[in-house]
């Protein structure tokens, strides 16, 4: 039996050597193939450009692992991004802008509760209550501001501008988010009960774990996720618009998965997702230096989705391959 | 120190299913609970474990009452239970589904090198030492994982353990260390609630014995003062001469015919020859590859060596069935009406045109649960989960009838099923059997291994061990070949 | 090491959609790319940001990093984009914007139409044509002051007129003929007497115009759109109740975009902000535009 | 014992009933509250403004029985639609309409096919395969034209157009889908197989049915239901426009839940959906009688979403209720 055990990490581990040999190989590909990949200037696009997806796949990954879905994502960064400009911009009663953000943030944060408590208290669908979110939130945000704000002060492009020598402070912040995170999931008790839920509900229930408080917590750190996204994303672009944000939450999902996340729950880790997130990035920048048209950007990019995920499926065993959302 | 149950009635849905039961334990003894599938064992066990709010009575603990909501309200008493259905988180290892809630930590974080340890330790003092708390509990077969379930509620030492039909997958040694558990316990005064259909066990274990039925304790005895044919009397209502048919004549032609079947990993070289007319055991311990092996024959895996059927689509157009072992995880759909749940395997073959023919579904449905006596008798439009463990078995079981298969196999077909429904499904086997069809019996119960066949096949770590006569052959015999 | 523009025989030009899923930004970029076809010796980088603003700055990062001499910003319903706009400035590289001239921030140069002009135009065309209840249906909420621009020009002419009513689609017809055709189907069920109807764009008045006729309005409904779609040319041409357009040609600005890129690279001095003329387009002159 | 099953029974039926008081209240309201309600345009745009949805949702619910989610479906009406219009329309080689339209469909079962395969056949987690058609398709639409497509004969506008008595043919075609899809679901043996795939898909496998045959076959059915959709659409629009579709598979989706499906799939009904299908239909055009402002629309739809789905809620059991998506 231990041999079996041994056969079983064993195989854990040749998928995550896999993974991470796939990743390298779009590097070396890239980098073999393209003058410009290497350059000093593109491997910062690479380091920003991932922020985004990057902070909300981490949320999307704790909800995913409770066995729900989190589609309200994309929504929340327009809210929480137009709200932080419209307090920093506010004529006169501007606030300072890290309170904006910090109220930015917390918007994101109440959002996830709303989700969570639907889910948990009343046993909602998660992918219906975000559903309905998605669509609420972004009515919110265009009833905050109909138009664009784009505040005045300079220092609002500070967060998604600087740098801590060669690293863009966004970039340090996604990753220490990846880093408290993963030990959060893989060290604490609510983390591990977070993924247990996404296992067997009823069994963490009958352990005597408060199953829908973990619930609200997940969701609560998703809108967190989001709403730090939103305001980085704000400072970054140096203008916030309410329509921004839209089918962000694919690419989340995407990145998850990739990182073989199972959307049944119960399965994924935030390493995986960090990977996806790696591969959607470099994906998207590896069409854009080889000049591929947009459309067959797309294209390409389904399939390459694809292509990857089925290197994943070697780690789920059969039966829950079989063809469950 | 006294745990009571006074005047306890449950209803689901508006009906009663327990009608004031009135019972009593003390700690240090071996309280049994036995009663018919349906009788309203696993509801009375729900409610003190918190899982499931009795509609009225009370719960009461040393005199004073335990209002309990929750399952956490139980442990926080010190009443930690073992349900009926396997509960596992697949995806977490032993270690994780055992320490769940409460792990050992370092820094606020959780020291896994200690966890680990830890329970190793918890699985050696319950005497399951040999399983690996490293390992997924996916990856565990049924009875080790029951073995987990059962070291998960010794966590925190209880002071009343409640045991719903633990041994139901347990074989052999397993067995012998879950009684050893037991009596340890109850030398260290803790109450064990032990539920069971194994009444022979039951009478070897039991300080008390309560036995339910119809949702009312109809006596509460003790081993001394009673005996299996009396339980079955109380039990049943009805008096059961005798447990097994009388044995068959010889068996006709071959009907199924497997040649050095091997699945690497599992069992290899299996070679047996299926009769028309005759009931073949096949024992093992746990772990023995005889559920893969089935599994293999069916079609539904693989084989890596020799000929089996290429799908279970095939196997049953040859005219095999079988019932698998694992009744939630693939014998039942759950969501499911119990009709549905019937019809599911002759939905094709009884069309009428592109329609399902529904006249003729409702009737050998209905015909099917006379037939087997699942209860409650209407149950055709309910959901199956909310009949009883043993009366889900009863469903499966009339799924597969339904085909009219000549070869049947049976996967511990007899788990969780109260004796008087046992024994209606020996009779029926042997009906089949005499009506000329073969018949592959796979049991963990040495009685029925060697009570209800006529000849007994061993499976020992994948490959067949030897084979006997049922007639005169004595447990020893079987089990010397069992164990390695 | 960063070769200086001009001691070069050729340019590589960067093109930074916001997005070129919509028949126009689409032209706009094809416009700009014949253009450098027919120059000869400029390269084309066209990336699209799929409406996601972030992207776009990306994509600009990305052109930068591949050490383009000059980038154009097709800006669509984007307002601005300091963040990029100031990557370029770093790289001090120029950038042209058409069609979308940004808000915020430092350009080169700009080339677009005038679309409160175009609105006008159409609202002058109406009210000399009609009295009654007017529609306006709008592309999508007003961060995207193109359309705003548009309905403002309407509203300027037709507000003023004692004999007309303005009424305003409660939804938005997303820049889409579909969304024309719902928005418009609404219409109808609650106002049943308008007299006309105003579109931000063509594709909506297109969608429109079809819900006019499911419900036997032609003959008492007309429409005014903006761009000069194809097939708005075409129903205008026809002589169907489709009576007017401005023309805001893609081909036309992106040739002019092009053309002004090089100059700008070849060190002339060009003028800041160019405003193409949007000729009114109706049935007497739709023939020369098709 | 007798009244259990009827209670249970009976239980079923009062949601039901709740659930068609909720449509019956919605249409007085409207009735009373607005003037053009009942006039005969609305009543025709009511209609005609459910087909879309509702074709959609019919074969979302099909993939949803199986535990599965189409995400591609938006993006599939648009390849159709842009394909059919471009074959009628193509210069001289113009094919037939009806011969057009047809292929158009085709195209819709083909990516069906395609989805249903990975799904069934490779195992992959349906969200993230139909996730990554929604792109690939939507990709292709553009590559096929990237301007929308408006063919001259107008023969083509008669599918979207045609009125059988007061009733719009195509809302006919819609209830057709509706009716005979209620019947292949709740009578025939593939039907049933596939509801009971939803529930569990190892017993349905070792009860001798093909899992992965029935699985591709629901994923046919919503392609063909979304190529449908796609023509008629753009029949009744006049233009096909490859940029078409966008978010419609949340419509649909939402759709099946609020008629009562469950995303985890076995539970739903044809019934259901199609009364979802009602009530957002209904929802969008009181807002828009009210002349409620667009933003206001999408804040109140996503309120409305969760309240009509806590009445549905009592029709779960517990167990199946506890935060799965
Ligand atoms: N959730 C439920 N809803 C409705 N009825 C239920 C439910 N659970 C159990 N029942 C009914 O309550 C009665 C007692 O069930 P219970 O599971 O307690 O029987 P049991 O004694 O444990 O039988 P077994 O020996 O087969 O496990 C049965 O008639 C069963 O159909
Ligand atoms: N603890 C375990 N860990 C991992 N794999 C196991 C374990 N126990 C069994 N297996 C695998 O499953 C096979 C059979 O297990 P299983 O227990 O189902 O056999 P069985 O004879 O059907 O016993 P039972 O039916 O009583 O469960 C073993 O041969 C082995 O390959
Ligand atoms: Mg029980
Ligand atoms: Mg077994």
């Known amino acids: 039996m231990t041999t079996l055990a041994v056969r079983i990490k064993g195989r854990d581990v040749t998928v995550e050597i896999a993974f991470t040999l796939l990743i390298a190989a779009l590097i070396v590909v890239a980098a073999t193939t393209s003058e410009s990949f290497l350059t000093a200037t593109n491997i910062t696009n690479l380091l920003k450009q991932m922020v985004t997806t990057g902070l909300l796949a981490f949320g999307m990954l704790v909800v995913i692992l409770t066995g729900g879905i989190d589609l309200s994502v994309g929504s929340v960064v327009a809210f929480a991004g137009i709200v932080t400009a419209g307090l920093v911009h506010g004529s006169g009663s501007g606030l ?162 990739i990182g073989g996340a199972s959307l049944s729950g119960g399965r994924g880790s935030a390493k995986g997702a960090f990977g996806g997130v790696l591969v959607l990035v470099l994906i998207n920048n590896l069409l854009n230096l080889y000049g591929v048209q947009s459309f067959w950007q797309q294209v390409l990019k389904g399939l390459i989705i694809i292509a990857v995920i089925l290197v994943q499926r070697s780690r789920l065993p059969r039966s829950v391959a079989k063809g469950r959302a | 120190m006294t745990l009571r149950l006074r005047d306890v009635h449950k209803s689901y849905a508006g009906v009663e299913v327990l009608h004031g039961v009135t019972l009593h334990g003390e700690p240090g003894e071996v309280l049994a609970i036995v009663g018919a599938n349906g009788a309203g064992k696993s509801t009375l066990i729900k409610i003190l474990s918190g899982v499931a709010p009795m509609s009225s009575g009370t719960l009461s603990w040393d005199g004073d009452e335990l209002g309990l909501r929750t399952p956490h309200d139980a442990h926080a008493h010190g009443i930690r239970t073992v349900h009926q259905e396997l509960s596992l988180v697949p995806e977490l290892s032993v270690t994780e589904n055992l320490l769940m809630g409460n792990f050992p930590r370092r820094l606020g974080l959780i020291d896994w090198p200690a966890a680990h340890r830890r329970a190793a330790q918890l699985l050696h003092e319950a005497g399951f030492g040999m399983i690996d708390p490293r390992v997924k509990a996916a990856r565990l077969s049924v009875a080790r994982q029951q073995m987990v379930e059962i070291a998960k509620a010794l966590v925190s030492e209880p002071r009343v353990l409640v045991l719903d039909e633990p041994s139901a997958v347990l074989a052999g040694a397993d067995l012998d260390a879950l009684f050893a558990l037991i009596r340890r316990l109850r030398s260290r005064g803790v109450l064990v609630v032990y539920v069971s259909h194994r009444l022979a066990e039951v009478l070897e274990l039991a300080d008390r014995i309560a036995v339910i039925k119809d949702g009312r304790v109809v006596a509460t005895t003790t081993p001394g003062e009673t005996g299996e044919g009396a339980l079955i009397r109380l039990m049943a209502g009805r008096a059961l001469d005798r447990i097994y048919p009388d044995r068959r004549p010889g068996p006709g032609e071959p009907l199924l015919r497997v040649d050095g079947l091997g699945r690497t990993g599992e069992f290899d070289g299996v070679t047996l020859t299926l009769r028309a007319g005759e009931i073949v055991g096949l024992f093992g311990l746990v772990g023995s590859g005889r559920t893969e092996f089935a599994a293999c024959v069916f079609g539904a895996t693989r084989a890596t060596t020799g000929t089996a059927f290429r799908s279970p689509r095939h196997a049953i157009r040859a005219g095999v069935a079988m019932v698998t072992e ?135 770590q994948g490959r067949l061990a030897g084979e006997l006569p049922s007639a005169g052959a004595t447990e020893e015999q079987v089990l010397e070949r069992a164990i390695a | ?133 007017v529609a306006i249906i709008k592309g999508g909420p007003a961060d995207n002051s193109i359309g705003l621009a548009r309905t403002n020009g309407v509203k300027s002419v037709l507000g003023t007129k004692a004999d007309i009513t303005l009424i305003e689609a409660p939804d938005f017809g997303n820049w889409g003929s579909d969304g024309g055709l719902t928005v418009m189907e609404g219409l109808l069920a609650k106002h049943p007497d308008l007299v006309a109807v105003f579109c931000e764009n063509d594709a909506m008045c297109l969608g429109a115009q079809r819900a006019i006729a499911a419900a036997g309005k032609t003959g008492q409904i007309v429409l005014a759109g903006v761009d000069g779609q194809a097939e708005a040319l075409k129903a205008i041409l026809d002589g169907t109740n489709y009576v007017v357009t401005g023309l805001n040609s893609p081909n036309v600005i992106g040739k002019l975009a092009l053309d002004r890129t090089v100059e700008v690279l070849g060190g002339a001095k060009v003028e800041k902000d160019t405003v193409v003329p949007s000729p009114q387009i109706t049935k007497d002159n739709a023939s020369q535009y098709l």
């Open chain 1, 96 to 257: 300072p802008i890290p309170v904006a953000m910090l109220v930015g943030v917390a918007g994101g944060v109440a959002f996830g509760a709303v989700n969570g408590v639907l889910v948990a208290r009343f046993g909602l669908a998660p992918f219906v209550v975000t559903l309905a979110s998605l669509t609420t939130v972004r009515g919110l945000a265009f009833v905050y501001s109909e138009v664009p704000i784009a505040p005045a002060d300079p220092g609002f492009l500070t967060l998604g501008s600087a740098m801590i020598g060669p690293f863009p402070l966004i970039t340090l912040i996604m990753l220490a988010v990846f880093g408290i995170g993963g030990v959060f999931l893989a060290r604490t008790p609510p983390g591990r009960s977070i993924i247990a839920i996404g296992g067997n509900a009823e069994t963490v229930r009958l352990a005597g774990i408060d199953v829908r408080r973990h619930l609200v917590l997940a969701y609560c750190i998703s809108g967190f996720c989001a709403g730090l996204a939103g305001i980085i994303l704000t400072s970054r672009v140096g203008i916030a618009q309410p329509s921004v944000g839209v089918a962000f939450e694919l690419d989340a999902i995407a990145a998850c998965v």
């Open chain 2, 326 to 460: 694992d009744r939630a995880g693939s014998g039942l759909v759950l969501g499911m009406t119990v009709r549905d749940n019937i019809g599911l395997t002759t939905w094709r073959s009884t069309a009428r045109g592109p329609f399902l023919d529904r006249t003729r579904q409702r009737a050998s449905v209905s015909a099917m649960i006379e037939r087997l006596g699942i209860r409650p008798d209407h149950c055709a439009g309910m959901p199956v989960a909310h009949l009883s463990g043993g009366n889900q078995q009863k469903v499966v079981l009339a799924k597969w009838l339904l085909t009219g298969p000549r070869v049947l196999i049976l996967d511990e077909p007899t788990r969780g099923v109260d004796m008087a429904t046992r024994v209606d499904i020996y009779r029926m086997i042997d009906r089949l059997a005499r009506d000329g069809l073969a018949v592959l019996l796979i049991s963990s119960d040495l009685t029925e291994v060697l009570g209800a066949t006529d000849r007994v096949l061993v499976m020992r």
């Open chain 3, 1 to 133: 090491g960063e070769d200086k523009p001009g001691d070069k025989d050729g340019y590589t030009v960067g093109v930074a959609n916001f997005l070129l899923s919509g028949p126009y930004f689409s032209g706009m970029d094809a416009a700009v790319a014949a253009q450098a076809k027919a120059k000869g010796n400029v390269k084309i980088i066209s990336t699209d940001a799929g409406g996601d603003a972030a992207k776009l700055a990306a994509n600009v990062e990305d052109l930068l990093s591949r050490n383009v001499d000059a980038i154009i910003i097709s800006g669509g319903p984007l307002e601005s984009a300091p963040a990029a706009l100031n990557a370029i400035k770093a790289a001090n590289k120029p950038v042209i914007l058409v069609d979308r001239k940004f808000a915020t921030g430092e350009y080169t140069s700009w080339i677009g139409p005038d679309n409160e002009a175009i609105g006008k135009q159409d609202g002058e065309f109406l009210a000399a044509r009609v009295k009654g209840k």
